[in-house]
């Protein structure tokens, strides 16, 4: 079974940074693009940043320069580092893997928990 865990959320004042962390675990044989998204209340889930296998990012224009994707190929792990945070950055943060488990074929879409990130005024 294929398990992504994600830490770092917490409260924290705007202007302020915070660190997120996503490890994918179990039987996996290739990850290809992984990826953060967010869930304010009331709001659909959107796309904060997503990394490539190869190293390459791509933002939400709301968090560019703000924000950075990278990833340790080594170790299944994909990190947000959020500086500069804004009220507005609150939300349910969610880490997301293409990933290929070794018992298939094909790539499937993977989901953490989600952490809470909260921003305050």
């Known amino acids: 079974q294929v398990q992504l865990v994600e830490s770092g959320g917490g409260l924290v004042q705007a202007g302020g940074s915070l660190r997120l962390s996503c490890a994918a675990s179990?039987?996996?044989?290739?990850?290809?693009?992984m990826g953060w998204y967010r869930q304010a209340p009331g709001k659909q889930r959107e796309l904060v940043a997503v990394i490539t296998s190869g190293g390459r990012t791509n933002y939400a224009y709301s968090v560019k320069g703000r924000f950075t994707i990278s990833r340790d190929n080594a170790k299944n792990t994909v990190y947000l580092q959020m500086h500069s945070l804004k009220p507005e950055d609150t939300a349910v943060y969610y880490c997301n893997a293409n990933l290929r488990d070794s018992g298939t074929f094909i790539f499937n879409d993977y989901w953490g928990q989600g952490t809470q990130v909260t921003v305050s005024s």
């Open positions: 179990g039987s996996i044989f290739s990850i290809n693009n």
